[in-house]
């Protein structure tokens, strides 16, 4: 696997309890300025508020329920800005 999932993928983290959905990559945290791999929400309710945002790195994941949607356009994407 890429180390970079595609947005919508639904993952569960090695300490979670619950799914969650992938809807950005390489995140920066406003407080601490560290890099992220992703950012999340929750998996089926979708994005509730900021105290329901995950930002984790790929080396958490516990377990890929579904992997996001890729055409040519991710592709590219991903080539530009992961490799």
Known sequence: MEKY???????QLKSGTKR?????RKQQQLKSD???DYIA???PEGNINEEYMFL???DQI?????????????LAFQKEHFE
């Not at 999932?5 to 993952?11: A, R, Y």
């Not at 377990?63 to 991710?74: A, L, N, R, V």
């Open 62 to 74: 516990e377990k890929i329920y579904f992997i996001g949607f890729q055409d040519e356009e991710e």
């Open 41 to 43: 929400c929750l998996y």
């Open 20 to 24: 969650i959905m992938i809807y950005g």
């Open 5 to 11: 999932l595609p947005i919508g993928s639904v993952v």
């Open 34 to 36: 560290q890099i992220w």
């Open 56 to 58: 984790f790195n790929h």
